[in-house]
């Protein structure tokens, strides 16, 4: 077990040779500064946005493992493609994790940071895959009693994106919306938002099991796009709800168009005189994942009044100001066993973060195994 005055930290370094590298490095814990505390991370999860700057593309299908057993090295292959994209970060070991939870162990001097001395907080700011974390006191909350870090370690990423979709419907004007891979932690966190809030949401989602998980917490609108009434079912929902603006996780392949489509289908239902140009109901897609890696293909057969852009939290948040954030904040930590509860399938030490049979799994960014890190975990 380590001092705290040195710690495990994992790093993902892309080579120019176009060689992806996971390794665990020593790390010194500097000394916190006035405003600033020293956190024993002792949970954090990987969400998709990790995954993006630990893994990105790489194929890890045919990943190495080399290193001492303690400390292992995982290398695999960047696709060509993606190396253009990724010049910026080329040679450079980079820490990862957006997001966790853990014990303040040390504190500086003023008021503010001394009172978080022995707390349990959730924190932001990167680098979360790390055993010691030092961090400015606004970028932790302390946890309400009878938390643990496990429980508070997923309060930001998903909380606030699904929290910030249905404040962009509102500022937007819209009513209700659409969410594809729905019966993510994220999605499940959205379905109790709208259900709490009275907001019409249409759930997409691709198996039946996955409809399943969302049918319990009483989701109404879901539809399987496996299933052959996908597109009928779909625009249905949609005339049902009104919903004119969706957030799309898959972001590669047709689905996109579909519910461009199906909206323009279900907007001309109860449009009370034609247009040639199509409806005047505006459509908007926000693509905000990469579940699908492929081309996003528009087949344009619902009008011109329509929308597709990219949506991420960060410029979001940045937007409304720190006011609105601050609310947001309070909303998910009052809420934080309930509405935005996580679950977890494992838990993993940093060691074992680098196990090709737990990379095999947590890669595939499947709905219900999602990974949680507790780096102070004994592998």
């Known amino acids: 077990m380590s001092d705290g005055k040195t710690g495990l930290q994992l790093r993902s370094l892309l080579k120019k040779s176009g060689e992806l590298e996971l390794s665990l490095v020593n790390v010194p814990t500097p000394e916190p500064a006035d405003d600033e505390v020293v956190v024993r991370v002792e949970a954090t999860p990987i969400n998709p946005s990790d995954l993006g700057l630990l893994i990105g593309p790489a194929d890890m299908s045919a990943a190495k493992v080399s290193g001492a057993k303690e400390m292992p090295v995982i290398t695999a292959t960047m696709p060509e493609a993606a190396m253009r994209m990724m010049g910026a970060r080329l040679d450079q070991s980079l820490p990862v994790g957006n997001e966790g939870a853990g014990t303040v162990i040390a504190a500086g001097s003023s008021d503010a940071a001394k009172a978080l001395m022995g707390k349990t907080v959730s924190m932001i700011g990167g680098a979360m895959y790390t055993q010691y974390r030092v961090l400015k006191v606004r970028d932790v909350m302390e946890l309400p009693a009878g938390t643990t870090a496990a429980d508070g370690a997923s309060w930001f990423v ?107 289908v279900a907007a001309n239902k109860t449009a009370k005189e034609y247009s040639r140009y199509g409806s005047n109901v505006y459509k908007q897609i926000y693509i905000y994942g990469s579940l699908d890696n492929r081309p996003t ?68 960014r499947a709905t219900g195994e999602k990974f949680l890190i507790n780096p102070n975990k004994q592998s």
């Open 158 to 264: 998903n909380p606030l994106t699904a929290l910030g979709m249905t404040e962009t419907m509102r500022r937007e004007g819209h009513k209700a919306l659409v969410h594809t891979a729905a019966a993510s932690n994220l999605g499940q966190m959205l379905n109790k938002i709208c259900i709490k809030d009275g907001i019409g949401l249409v759930n997409i989602v691709r198996s039946k099991e996955q409809a399943d998980i969302l049918h319990k917490i009483g989701a109404k609108h879901v539809v399987d796009s496996s299933a052959p009434g996908f597109t009928d079912d779909l625009t249905n929902a949609l005339v049902e709800t009104g919903a004119t603006i969706a957030f799309d996780a898959i972001g590669g392949g047709k689905l996109a168009s579909q519910i461009l489509t199906a909206m323009e």
């Open 297 to 364: 293909e528009l087949s344009r057969s619902f009008g011109l009044t329509w929308g597709v852009g990219g949506w991420l939290l960060t410029p979001f948040l940045q937007n409304i100001g720190p006011a609105e954030i601050g609310r947001l904040r309070q909303r998910v930590a009052s809420e934080l066993k309930t509405t935005f509860a996580s679950h977890y399938t494992k838990v993993v030490s940093l060691t074992e973060v680098l196990d090709p049979a737990n990379i095999a799994v947590y890669a595939k």
